[in-house]
């Protein structure tokens, strides 16, 4: 009979010490799952809203390499990513005569390592001593500021004096004003008035 109550004792003791530990790992799990529901949800949130920015980007000398105008920048920590509402973007070069990037939209992601815009994208600088003034409209383009470079793989349409192009596809090295146009070009001879 000692034996009997002795082994139904032993049973209760691990079963509650189950019972324990299982809770306690319950619970454990429930703290970490909403840590991580709620780390996830603040990411989702944008961390900084700005409303008229002039915001200028300078290099090492203090020279400035950009200009970025927004009337609204919304930040997210996740990436590192900024939506801009109808942005101007002005990349300094050596030339004289800046790049000017527009649009309804654009996204930076990764600080600004990428700047993608869309819709009534508009593209131009003014003539300089080795390039024409030049007016490039696209639906998407992906500025990359550090290289100054851009790129679409969409449809443009070129404007240079007594020249329009039409392309699929385009790159452009705004440092030095290079353009090189992918595929499906058409060009046509504009007499002036």
Excluded: C
């Amino acid at each position: 009979m000692m034996i009997a109550q002795m082994t139904a004792k032993h049973i209760t003791i691990s079963l509650g010490l189950m019972i324990t530990l299982f809770l306690a790992g319950w619970t454990t799990f429930l703290s970490y799952h909403r840590e991580t529901v709620a780390i996830e949800k603040l990411a989702s949130l944008p961390d900084a809203i700005m409303e008229d920015v002039i915001a200028i980007i300078l290099d090492k000398q203090g020279k400035p390499t950009m200009k970025v105008i927004t009337p609204k920048l919304v930040h997210y920590t996740e990436n590192d990513t900024t939506n801009l509402n109808t942005p101007e973007l002005i990349l300094y070069r050596k030339s004289p005569q800046p790049w000017y990037v527009t649009s309804k939209y654009a996204k930076a992601t990764q600080g600004i390592e990428n700047v993608d815009f869309w819709d009534n994208v508009i593209i131009h600088h003014a003539a300089d001593q080795t390039n024409p003034a030049t007016v490039i409209k696209t639906a998407t383009l992906t500025v990359h500021p550090n290289q100054q470079t851009a790129d679409t793989a969409d449809f443009i349409t070129m404007l240079q004096p007594n020249l329009v192009v039409k392309a699929t596809g385009m790159h452009a090295d705004m440092n030095t004003g290079d353009i090189k146009l992918l595929s499906n070009t058409r060009g046509e001879y504009v007499p002036s008035s």
